[in-house]
């Protein structure tokens, strides 16, 4: 079982903005990172820590945190977006524990 | 541009040890720590470790008794061990580029590039 928590599966209509979330306690005390991932494809980095985009990625990623919840926003969602979305952190223990949520599908309508 | 790529047999009997090894091209693997992540059909990522440079690691709980991870600095690669296999572990691993930052108030993981994942399935 993960320690973080992600939504199976979000819908959002073209060009609309959609939130994908990630709880669990560890994110009191870390931020996650984000990764998309097509079908048959590696997962790729799109988000990591407070709200930091590698280069490539475009701007209508973003992320962000409070509490226990972590968020991925994609304003503006293409059709391209339209894929599996894991967030990551450290677990709780204090060990270095790296820890994946349990994905959200994002279906772009 | 690095990049990361994951080697070794695509079918591995029962009981025996899953052996790949990823090499490291477009850069040294003499800094950050690099890991191992697997995905099992249809289903998420589960992390399984990763080593530093210099050697050390960190393990998943849930697989550390069957895990090794180990180094090789001059060929630019990494590899992983898991004993005992089921078809449980059967899955695509990938190996990827492992980072991280600490500020006064948190700290953040994350991994990139990732490799191309390579599917082992465990089978008599």
């Known amino acids: 079982s993960s320690e973080l928590t992600q939504d199976p599966a979000v819908s959002v209509a073209l060009g609309q903005t959609v939130r994908i979330t990630c709880q669990g306690d560890s994110l009191r005390s870390y931020y996650a990172s984000w990764y998309q991932q097509k079908p048959g494809q590696a997962p790729v980095l799109v988000i990591y820590?407070?709200?930091n985009r590698p280069s490539g990625i475009p701007d209508r990623f973003s992320g962000s945190s409070s509490g226990n919840t972590a968020s991925l926003t994609i304003t503006g969602a293409q059709a391209e977006d339209e894929a599996d979305y894991y967030c990551?952190?450290?677990?709780?223990?204090?060990?270095?524990?790296?820890?994946f949520g349990g994905g959200t599908k994002l279906t772009v309508l | 541009q690095v990049q990361l790529q994951e080697s070794g047999p695509g079918l591995v009997k029962p009981s025996e040890t899953l052996s790949l090894t990823c090499t490291v091209s477009?850069?040294?693997?003499?800094?950050?720590?690099w890991s191992w992540i697997r995905q099992p059909p249809g289903k998420g990522l589960e992390w399984i470790g990763y080593i530093y440079y210099s050697g050390s690691t960190n393990y998943n709980p849930s697989l550390k008794s069957r895990v090794t991870i180990s180094v090789d600095t001059s060929k630019n690669q990494f590899s992983l061990k898991l004993s005992s296999v089921t078809a449980a572990d059967t899955a695509v691993y990938y190996c990827a580029r492992g980072s991280g930052y600490c500020s006064s108030t948190s700290c953040y993981d994350w991994f990139d590039p990732w490799g191309q994942g390579t599917l082992v399935t465990v089978s008599s």
């Open positions: 820590g407070k709200n």
């Open positions: 990551n952190s450290r677990d709780s223990s204090g060990n270095h524990h790296v820890v």
């Open positions: 477009g850069g040294s693997i003499s800094s950050y720590y």
